[in-house]
Nanobody, 127 residues
């Protein structure tokens, strides 16, 4: 079964940290750019961060720059999102998505064109 599974969400206080994981099963992530997206209650889904298949290129939404870091371990077929200095407005369901790319140096925060999506993990930032 081809799937992406997110984990690592939970309840954290403002200023705290979490690390999300996106693990693939049934296929390799070696040729896929990976994006993290989030959807807050009552809001549209938005792009948070992405990483190219080589790991050489990353992009971040302005709202998370300097606080979130995306990385990947192709040997473990997993992509991570380290989230520091969390704010209440970071509360959302976080999804990862994979997109096969010809270039190993591109990634996109757009939601279209993704091959696989995970089911999401909930992050709640609250005191």
């Amino acid at each position: 079964q081809l799937q992406l599974v997110e984990s690592g969400g939970g309840l954290v206080q403002p200023g705290g940290s979490l690390r999300l994981s996106c693990a693939a099963s049934g296929f390799t992530l070696d040729y896929s750019a990976i994006g993290w997206f989030r959807q807050a209650p009552g809001k549209e889904r938005e792009g948070v961060s992405c990483i190219s298949s080589s790991g050489g290129r990353t992009n971040y939404a302005d709202s998370v720059k300097g606080r979130f870091t995306i990385s990947r371990d192709n040997a473990k077929n997993t992509v991570y999102l380290q989230m520091n200095s969390l704010k209440p407005e970071d509360t959302a369901v976080y999804y990862c998505a994979a997109q096969t790319t010809i270039s190993d140096y591109v990634c996109s925060l757009r939601m279209d064109g993704k091959d696989y999506w995970g089911k999401g993990t909930l992050v709640t930032v609250s005191s």
